[in-house]
């Protein structure tokens, strides 16, 4: 597989990417979390307030381990916070807290993105597991047809992750307005490193969406390339 032109052709993208948000996640994250907010709040202050503001206090948050851990869990009602979060006052921590503040406005909203990525979680989940056996089983077997149901099953996932972009996207731009319209994040060199903190998070979930694409078109060129060798 990895000796092939194609599947370089296909990955390459995704990967190319995926070290240039990495890179970028790793510059700006630690920039930023040198650099102080005006307000001088925490992570977990700031996601308090803006949920607070929205009328979201049965919204509990708590501090989970591991760096770049922080996410909300829809299902709990839990706005889970790195260490690093949750207690540093920093520009890097305020985007990250409003950010995952923004998933729980999100789901308060019923924001319809959001509500079509958990409607197809245990799908994708399912699908998941089975696609690799049902695509490699197709080719074990000679069936074409079941090896295009194991490509509709890996199609799963790269849908996922394109449903993904708007709903992380949104939540970027609701955690921007929201720590500037409530003057947690002023100064005209703070909002940039705003942005940069975010737009670095973005190039992450863009990178996953591309290399999902990559690899179900790389996929389908081998389903396509075994049928031309038997005719
Ligand atoms: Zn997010």
Redesign the pocket.
């Given at each position: 597989m990895f000796e092939s032109p194609l599947f370089w052709l296909f990955a390459a993208p995704g990967l190319l990417l995926g070290f240039y948000a990495q890179s970028r996640i790793k510059l700006n994250y630690m920039k930023y979390s040198q650099v102080a907010t005006a307000s001088g709040m925490t992570g977990a202050e700031v996601a308090r307030h803006l949920l607070d503001a929205k009328g979201l206090r049965d919204v509990r948050i708590e501090t989970t381990p591991g760096m770049l851990s922080?996410?909300?869990d829809p299902r709990g009602r839990v706005l889970r916070l790195s260490q690093e979060v949750y207690y540093t006052p920093s520009v890097t921590a305020a985007g990250i807290a409003a950010?995952?503040a923004?998933?729980a406005l999100q789901d308060a909203d019923d924001y319809f993105p959001m509500q079509v990525r958990s409607f197809i979680v245990p799908l994708v989940q399912l699908a998941a597991k089975i696609a690799p056996w049902v695509f490699f089983g197709g080719f074990v077997l000679g069936n074409e047809g079941v090896a295009w149901a194991g490509i509709i099953l890996f199609g799963a996932q790269t849908l996922f992750t394109l449903v993904?972009l708007p709903?992380?996207f949104d939540?970027?731009a609701r955690a921007r307005n929201l720590l500037t319209a409530h003057g947690i994040v002023t100064q005209k060199e703070n909002i940039e490193g705003l942005d940069k903190v975010l737009g670095a998070?973005a190039w992450t979930?863009v990178a996953g969406a591309v290399s999902a694409v990559g690899s179900l078109l790389y996929l389908v060129a081998i389903a396509i390339g075994s049928r031309r060798e038997r005719y």
């Open positions: 922080d996410h909300y950010h995952e923004g998933h993904t709903v992380e939540a970027s998070a979930y």
